[in-house]
């Protein structure tokens, strides 16, 4: 199927068929990698809405990308109960050992490194989502084996 | 003990995310009595039960469902919506129940639709929450091959990442596709919710104890917790400086102490309680001298705070509280939608009034701006996210003054780098592409 298609069979799904707009906007992003003008335009094309709209509502939420990110995300909860736990020791690891700033993605293009409004893990602190998987509780010093993994996957 | 699983119930010694499983401790049933009750006689149960709104406004869902206008008078269709977009900071118990007893929500979903003779449920799950998302999906899948359904469509819909949306207003303009903005009220949901039509909204916890409440019956249902007002149990997210961290079911009127030192196991490494969040981070801190309160909405209410959403976050005697409201605020400016003024414009003010008072470089006047600016926010937006950000922080500096005015007589922070928040990286930061107003001199 393609996208179009996918798109359009999610909308049917729905009273009023711009409630897609979310999951067709995530559909376009796990294909694309970001929602990219061309991305966008096939969102819009697909439910009869313009590239406009789709930005506008795409560029409200977190999970959207509106600039390229690495093939993997790294996010770490930095809201207070993870941070009263060590979140930004953990971040700090993370940017030590994937050589990027926080916000930044690495040089090959791999990773992507954010910090994250509380993601709902707060009694296992520190919380680390690795492409939206989480990981809970996170130590710093748990983070070289993490990243390892993630040059390996 | 005060802990006492009626959401949770069976979820310890059986997996019941499969439906065979919570059939076998009586799951589904209560949807058959409910189903078999007129769908008046299922609102007068929720009403007697005093089952109140576990998202965070406590408001009695009874009450309502019973706001929703009659298909004889309203033609049109009636929506259910589960508010599952869990993101006050602190909480995490939504989630566990999605995990852990997904067939309880879904069966409290259709009696909750049977009550409003409503034939379509939507239920709007947070878009951080991938495993709970496959969880509710895979129970969904299950309870309909059984014809559990009867016409009913239920949908679950992502986010996509926004505090907002759990506003419930927000949540509705959401889920029709759009920018999550609050609306302005009224007309309230039951009259205008999901595509204009009459709407009953309510949180995961919410609907998850619906099948109790029908299966006990509300009056029995009303005897638990601490009746008249917090009857029940809640799920409390215990998390931050406590050794045991984690969700616990208990009786509504259970202390904050025993929570925190006889189920949490008291602060590690021997460090000392500060001070406790009790709510979620929009709620007003309490002191060490008030953890003796009774965890339900009367006690709270005096004390000056509320139960919230029942995340309970534990803060030892390294915080320092101006880097504590810092954080807080930063949250805040992030998750504002920028409708209304006194909220996109307060929330950043404060933060920028926090760094000055941290940074040793503010004015003591500085601290009344920094009150004036959170009671400028208070009741003036069209949601409570704005009220959200100036009710912890004015808390902070009304029962941790000496501390503040410690940061402007000393210049500077008094922990000297080693508080546990020091320098901690807000996502707020990684966004340079917002242009940011100055506080007025």
Known sequence: ????????????????????????????????????????????????????????????????????????????????????????????????ELGVKTGETTADGEVTLRALECAGGCGWGTVVAIDHRYREPVRAEDVPTIVSELHDA | MPELALVLEGADDRDLTKLGEYRGVGGYRALDKARGMEPEAVVEELLTSNLRGRGGAFFP?????SFIPKPEDVPKPRYVVVNADESEPGTFKDREIMFRVPHRLIEGCLITAHSIRSQNVFIYIRGEYLAEFEVVRAALDEARDEGLFAGVTVVLHRGAGAYICGEESALLESLE??????????????????????????????????????????????????????????????????????????????????????????????????????????????????????????????????????????????CCMVQLGLRVAQFYMHESCGKCTPCREGTRWMVQLLHKIEDGRAEHEE???????????????????????????????????????????????????????????????????????????
Not at chain 2, 399 to 424: M, N, Q, T, W, Y
């Open chain 1, 1 to 96: 199927m393609t996208l179009a298609e996918q798109i359009r069979e999610i909308a049917a799904g729905y009273p009023q068929s711009r409630s897609a707009v979310l999951p067709a906007l995530r559909l376009a992003q796990e294909q694309h990698g970001w929602l990219s003008p061309d991305a966008l335009r096939e969102v819009a094309d697909a439910l009869d809405l313009t590239p406009a709209y789709c930005q506008s509502v795409a560029s409200f939420y977190d999970m959207f990308h509106m600039k390229p990110v690495g093939r993997h995300l790294v996010e770490v909860c930095t809201n207070i109960s993870c941070a009263l736990v060590g979140a930004q020791q953990v971040l700090e690891a993370f940017e030590s």
């Open chain 2, 61 to 65: 869902m009874g009450r309502k469902a």
């Open chain 2, 177 to 318: 596709g759009k920018r999550g903005q609050p609306r302005s009220r009224p007309p309230y949901p039951a009259v205008s919710g999901l595509y204009a039509a009459p709407t009953l909204i309510n949180n995961v916890e919410t609907v998850s104890t619906v099948p109790k409440v029908i299966e006990l019956g509300g009056a029995e249902y009303a005897k638990i917790g601490a009746p008249p007002n917090s009857t029940g149990t809640r799920l409390f997210s215990l998390s931050g400086n406590v050794a045991r961290g984690g969700n616990y079911e208990l009786e509504l009127g259970t202390s904050l102490n025993d929570l925190i030192f006889e189920i949490g196991g008291g602060i590690p490494e021997g460090r000392k309680l500060k001070a406790v969040i009790p709510g979620g981070s929009s709620v007003p801190v309490l002191t060490a001298d008030e953890v003796d309160t009774p965890l339900e909405h009367d006690a709270m209410t005096e004390r000056g705070s509320m139960l919230g959403s029942g995340a309970v976050i534990v803060i030892d005697d390294r």
């Open chain 2, 367 to 441: 601290l009344d701006l920094l009150l004036s600016v959170c009671d400028r926010i208070l009741g003036k937006c069209l949601c409570p996210l704005g009220d959200a950000a100036a009710m912890p922080i004015a808390s902070y500096v009304s029962k941790f003054r000496d501390e503040f005015r410690v940061h402007i007589d000393g210049g500077g922070c008094p922990f000297g780098g080693e508080a546990s928040l020091e320098g901690v990286m807000a996502p707020v930061d990684q966004h340079t592409h917002h242009p940011v107003a100055e506080v007025p001199a």
